[in-house]
């Protein structure tokens, strides 16, 4: 049973207090990075994410929340030892640097990533997604591949990290339970993908990409497919682009260029089938 650890009365700089560490200045992206890969951390935001995040099996490390959340999560919090701190709406928003209008945080400790082998030998269909940075279109990614039947997600370097509060909250928790990993050899992958028998699908707006219409459930497709996404703007690097082995496109009306990446992704992901 967790223990509740009432916090009444603090000031701004009680943001140093040790108990609170993980909750300081959520919005500071820079400072999350550096702040949760150094502890192995990640947070949660939300009741539903929050039980997501425990039923898929991470361990939580401690609790923030507003006194209403007491009873709505006591399930939750019969099942943990964690401590759970429990300060006004107002004061939390003092440690946070934002209004957490969900009114209730965990501290998880992050699991171990699979390796990129481990993820395509269980795997038939992924989304491959190259530099997005952002971290509500790599949630929106997510919750499509996961919505859609798609069994995996390969990150490149660059990529946002999935876990950062912002991102598991857009892909409503999919995070949790859809296995990931992060590419090393990124310049090398297109290459390792075909030598592993995977048919490779570069999402592009270059004059000979095929309708994706036309290709979905042909037997061009082979039996494992890798969807490849680029980040907004510039899409798929050159190098990605004409190492895949085919080029694909989605139609636009007449003066649309193309779709939010996670836009095309669900779109590509539904037509392709999971």
């Known amino acids: 049973m967790a223990e509740v650890v009432p916090i009444d009365t603090v000031s701004i700089n009680d943001a140093a207090d040790p108990r609170l560490r993980d909750y300081v200045d959520l919005r500071d992206v820079q400072l999350r990075k550096l702040l949760e890969a150094e502890r192995g ?26 006194p209403r959340w007491l009873e709505t999560l006591a399930d939750v919090l019969e099942g943990t030892d964690a401590p759970v701190y429990v300060m006004p709406e107002s004061e939390i928003e003092s440690v946070t640097g934002f209004h957490v209008h ?20 269980r795997a038939r269909r992924i989304v491959v997604a190259e530099d997005l940075m ?3 279109n790599v949630g929106a990614v997510f919750r499509s591949v996961a919505a859609l039947g798609f069994d995996a997600v390969i990150l490149s370097p660059r990529c946002a990290d999935p876990l950062y509060r912002r991102a598991i909250k857009v892909s409503m928790g999919s995070v ?19 030598e592993h028998g995977w048919t490779s699908l570069a999402m592009t707006l270059s004059e000979d990409a095929r309708d994706l219409r036309e290709l979905a459930g042909t037997p061009d497709l082979g039996e494992k497919v890798a969807l490849m996404v680029g980040a907004e703007g510039h899409g798929l690097s050159p190098h990605w682009s004409r190492s895949a082995d085919v080029r694909v496109t989605i139609p636009m009306a007449a003066d649309i260029d193309s779709l939010n990446v996670a836009a095309a992704t669900a779109v590509a992901c539904w037509a392709l089938g999971g």
Do not use: Q
């Open 41 to 66: 951390v990640f947070i949660a935001e939300g009741e539903k994410v929050v039980r997501r995040a425990l039923e898929s099996g991470h361990r939580a490390r401690s609790f923030l929340m507003a």
């Open 102 to 121: 969900r009114g209730a945080l965990a501290s998880l400790y992050r699991a171990p990533v699979p390796t990129v082998a481990e993820v395509l030998d």
């Open 134 to 136: 952002d971290h509500t």
């Open 176 to 194: 949790f339970w859809l296995p990931y990993a992060r590419v090393d050899d990124w310049y090398a992958f297109p290459e390792l993908l075909r």
